[in-house]
């Protein structure tokens, strides 16, 4: 399977009349944060594949609607949940924050937001993303014990403690993503958040038995390579 991953920036080479040329054998499209949904509404309408999405520290227009919930309530991938939470609010968009999902066959949660560094919306100190994380926990367990696996990709805005993040409190990555990693033992961590302006700075990092990928701009993920 192969999965564009987007995050952070608007990639000139997403964001082009060539999209369906140079990525028309994409089967996903995941997104770590901090895009405007109108870019994301662009990649879907454009590559007419499945687009599972978190929001991250910036461009929360929409947030609101997507965290607080809708009137309707309607099923979606996200597995075993009937939400009101707005998570197909867009066309062919999938909103997995704090969710856990299953789409092409792959079992994807989502953790968004950053640290919290100035109060503002979806950051979060230790504890509380801890509490984002056992919302999913039960979900995560049913899989183990019925599908031989928690989970194969976690996706989320910020990076894990000590995995390319950076020493100012805003871009200081969560302590309990390492916990997260060690317990439930996901195959890929992809993350936003954390720019990079060299092309020879680290994208993919092996923790314990996950792969740790900074999805900046654009990533390509061929999932047969990492088996």
Request: charged fraction near 25%; include cysteine.
């Amino acid at each position: 399977m192969k999965i564009l991953c987007v995050s952070d920036q608007i990639d000139p080479l997403v964001y082009s009349s060539s999209i369906k040329t140079r990525f028309h054998d994409i089967d996903m499209v995941l997104c770590a944060g901090d895009l405007p949904l109108d870019y994301l509404d662009f990649i879907v309408s454009s590559l007419n594949r499945p687009l599972l999405f978190v929001f991250g520290n910036h461009n929360l227009e929409s947030y609101g609607r997507y965290r607080r919930g809708l009137k309707d309530q309607r099923r979606d991938s996200c597995r075993g949940q009937d939400t009101a939470d707005g998570s197909r609010g867009s066309a062919g968009l999938t909103h997995a924050g704090s969710r856990v999902c299953t789409e092409g066959g792959l079992i994807i949660a989502g953790l968004g937001g950053s640290m919290l560094y100035n109060r503002g919306e979806n950051q979060y100190t230790e504890g509380r993303m801890f509490l984002e994380m056992v919302k999913i926990i039960p979900r995560l367990l049913i899989n183990r014990i019925f599908r031989r696996r928690a989970l194969d990709i976690l996706l989320t805005h910020a990076a894990p403690r000590g995995i390319h993040d950076r020493d100012d409190p805003c871009h200081r990555g969560f302590k309990s993503f390492l916990w997260f990693m060690k317990i439930f033992k996901p195959r890929y961590l992809i993350h936003g958040h954390i720019h990079l302006y060299d092309l020879a700075d680290v994208r993919a990092t092996k923790y314990r038995d996950t792969t740790v990928i900074n999805a900046y701009s654009q990533y390509l993920l061929n999932t047969e390579a990492f088996e």
